[in-house]
């Protein structure tokens, strides 16, 4: 089937962007983030070769430009020098065509960090980056650059190239700063305390303005991690409580981000990729992985709580990261469990929920716009047409449809809404009536509701949800 509402639906998954460059930007503040648009449009391109100006007012900028003022910060930690960190944002002011503030996903008063960097609204050399305040996250505009490894990449002294992002954010200024890593106090695998590490050698390299340290004995690409510490010379750590596009990394794992720039290169066994993500609008960047073939694995390691791809170490699935054909493949944190039996089409709650072969079963919220939120999820197999993947993946009564791109997933197929998850329709989907209809978040017509239900399609929008008539009950 062809997916013809792909380009109105969202893939629900937990979100959180990974930093490489291993610094805490800590508490901010006395910054006013009321955002708006200055009086005279949009600021011309002499303007714009204006961001990442120094700057105290908005006086000191280019017509049309903003000051993003330093905001005072610092990290209160036990262990550190003095008990705490200087950490200020936009040391020396910075010049952008829109202020810091609150992320307005209409793009009226922000920039956008998830649209094409054309569009995100930080102009032709700009990069739109999430920033920490005491009052929560907000985004604003960076100069992009080009990383190197023997220098900052950036015009201004305290600002080094980000090797993820290649935009000039801070650079570090002490040792102490590359010596804080996230804590998780409970084991509940959520980052919910800061650690100063008093036995680490890392340093703040003075010539990349970047953190450097030693290589941990043994690590390499794909090696577990708290740390940047354990793993090789200069690599990073996504740690448990991290993830990257939207990706899990049970236990950790090393890696090493700006592998795209000369001199920082990934070793035998490993890939310089950006992952290709499942929910749209993840935060991808390049980084070494360790290389794997999607689907290879034998049949005892498919399914379980002992199971892992081919390649990969336990609890990682061998994820197709795009390309042609099943040998291009990455290793990440899969769901792998105990559910033994087939359930695409239940009601679930978490991954845990669902049936997972080959790791990749998972509990999605797709919804018809970013602001919906339905109650529960339903469970599903993801890249079922992924090369590599059995040709049955999706078990019998069951159908592998496209999400977007790439992307697929497993539907049920039914002949009526009673045989769906609650709040699914059966429903039509590719507009092919000799094809089967498919349990779906979406209806295109009153016929696939249950019955004292009717499918309500907004103003422009090509398919809607089934809501309850007036006077029926669900």
Request: aromatic content about 4%; some cysteine; glycine content about 14%.
């Amino acid at each position: 089937m062809t997916l013809r509402l792909g380009c109105i639906l969202v893939l629900c998954v937990a979100a959180a962007a990974c930093s490489s460059s291993d610094r805490f930007r800590g508490d901010a503040g006395h910054h006013s983030l009321d955002g708006g648009v200055q009086d005279g449009g949009a600021p011309s391109n002499d303007a714009l070769a204006g961001l990442g100006k120094a700057c105290k007012h908005d006086s000191d900028c280019p017509q049309g430009l903003f000051c993003d003022e330093e905001i005072p910060g610092s990290l209160k930690v036990a262990g550190a020098p003095g008990g705490s960190i200087n950490l200020p944002l936009f040391p020396g002011g910075s010049c952008s065509p829109l202020p810091l503030t609150t992320y307005d996903p209409d793009g009226g008063t922000s920039c956008d960090p998830a649209r094409p960097q054309a569009a995100e609204g930080c102009g032709p050399n700009g990069k739109c980056l999430s920033e920490a305040v005491d009052t929560g996250t907000v985004v604003g505009c960076r100069v992009l650059c080009e990383p190197s490894e023997t220098k900052t990449g950036c015009a201004r002294s305290g600002y080094t190239c980000e090797l993820s992002s290649h935009a000039c954010v801070e650079g570090c200024a002490s040792d102490a700063e590359c010596r804080v890593h996230n804590g998780d106090s409970n084991g509940d695998g959520v980052a919910d305390t800061i650690v100063y590490d008093t036995k680490s050698s890392a340093t703040c390299d003075p010539h990349t303005l970047r953190c450097t340290h030693p290589a941990a004995a043994g690590a390499h690409v794909g090696t577990p991690c708290a740390m940047a510490v354990d793993c090789e010379a200069d690599g990073a750590c996504i740690d448990a409580a991290s993830s990257l596009a939207s990706m899990p990394f049970p236990d950790g794992l090393c890696t090493k981000f700006g592998c795209d720039v000369n001199g920082r290169e990934c070793g035998d066994g490993s890939v310089c990729e950006a992952l290709r993500p499942w929910r749209a609008g993840a935060v991808s960047v390049p980084a070494c992985l360790t290389s794997c073939r999607v689907g290879a694995e034998p049949a005892a390691q498919r399914l379980g709580t002992a199971g892992h791809g081919d390649g990969c170490r336990a609890g990682y699935r061998c994820h197709y990261n795009g390309g042609a054909g099943a040998d291009d493949g990455v290793c990440v944190g899969g769901n792998y469990n105990a559910v033994a039996k087939n359930n695409v089409g239940d009601t679930c709650d978490t991954d845990a929920d669902c049936y997972s072969p080959f790791g990749y079963g998972r509990c999605l919220y797709l919804t018809l716009d970013a602001s919906s939120s339905p109650a529960h999820g339903t469970c599903s197999v993801m890249d079922c047409a992924a090369p590599g993947m059995p040709k049955d993946l999706c078990g019998s009564g069951n159908e592998c449809i496209l999400l977007r791109a790439d992307i697929t997933f497993c539907v049920r197929d039914c002949s009526k809404a009673s045989q769906c998850a609650a709040g699914s329709a059966c429903a039509d989907d590719d507009g092919d009536e000799s094809t089967k209809s498919v349990c779906f978040p979406a209806c295109f017509s009153g016929k696939e509701c249950r019955t004292g239900e009717t499918c309500q399609i907004p103003n422009g929008m090509a398919g809607g949800q089934c809501v309850a008539l007036a006077g029926k009950g669900g």
